[in-house]
């Protein structure tokens, strides 16, 4: 067996974590490759290294001095390296990362030093190799992560590797200067590598016990999902839940590896598997609710609107033209509803009305401000009779009244839109239903 695993920010914030991290790899001798952030938190007061580097990188392109934080920063290491009792020197890392600052070496570079030096302590604790990512992660011209070079190289590289270390979070471009993935990113690279050595799972470590059914600042003490598939838990993650970086389930997807969200500090608990598929029924008709605030309806109407060809079209290109995606779009006979993002359409919001006003010369165009989008989310609901007649009943009965109800065709979800002000309510109101009654 192969393990890629991933630890997170609050696992390696400090030489305690540390600790913890070396018992989970201890234990089990398949855990191979390890994949590190930068230090997280300590305490919620506390500062990430990543927000501390970019402070720090900010200051010394504004020509501002910037040695006070880098010192913080250097202390920061330096407290897991003493607690730790080990002897590695950052001593010739930080004259670099000074230089590098004082020539403009960019964000990115600045940023990617976090998971860089936790990367070299944690090898040098572990005592297995170190692998800078910016020699196997790689960048096009434009931005976007290489898949294939990647993986071609990085495979190689660790072919003949027992155990490694391997940083998060970046990477390098075409021009050998290095480039991150956006916050959170070093998820993406763990499951890079459990592609590229074709892991049998990719563990991901952090500080919850796993996914949860919904989000414990307005459910309290929320269930953990035991099973979730890559499908799930797209929808929910692009709906707000927010376990592991979206874009991260990609790569091992390829290969339809498994991840196993698990908690440094409890690590008995067994976790949420994200999987391809399974047989296996979820423990409720829903496996997981999340949502968003801030999106605006833009409702149109006109008689027959169905007998327009190009109707749609026009309307559609009225949000393409003022560069507006819309997240959904449900339609009756003769009324058809955009939904967007509210902060995206605000300001140009009269240049959209009238150009559908010009091209379409709809009956009425009404439109509506603060609404949320929620998404219940589960694969059995497919197989199961009246969810949705439970989901509605529960608002009903929360007082909640529904202003939109869009089911995807793969009943893998019903996104349901309701108030700003509905919104905490009605998630209650689901879960309560559906696995604090379990029916
Ligand atoms: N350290 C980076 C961040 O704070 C990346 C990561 O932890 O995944 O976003």
Redesign the pocket.
Known sequence: MKKVVKF??SSLASAEQFKKVRAVIDSDADRRYVIV??P?KRNPKDK????MLYECYAQAESGKDFLKLLRDIRDRFQKIIDGLHLKTDLSEEFRIIEQRFREKAGSDYA?SR??YLNGIIMADYLQVAFLDSAKVIFFDANGEFDYEKTNDTLSKALKDVEKAVIP??YGSAPDGKVR????????I?GSIVARAVKADVYENWTDVSGCLVADPNIVENPEVIDIITYKELRELSYMGASVL?ENSIFPVRIEGIPINIRNTNAPDEKGTWIVQSTGQRAKYTITGIAGKKGFCSVNIEKDKMNTEVGFGRRVLQAFEDNDISFEHMPSGIDTMTVLVHQDEFMNKEQNVVSQINRTTHPDSIEIESDLALIAVVGRSMKSSRGTAGRIFSALAHANVNVKMIDQGSSELNIIIGVTNDDFETAIKAIYDIFVTTKI
């Open positions: 997170g920010g952030s930068a997280g990430k290294v990543t927000d940023a976090g998971e998060g979070f991150t993935f956006s916050r959170g990113g070093s998820d690279t970086h």
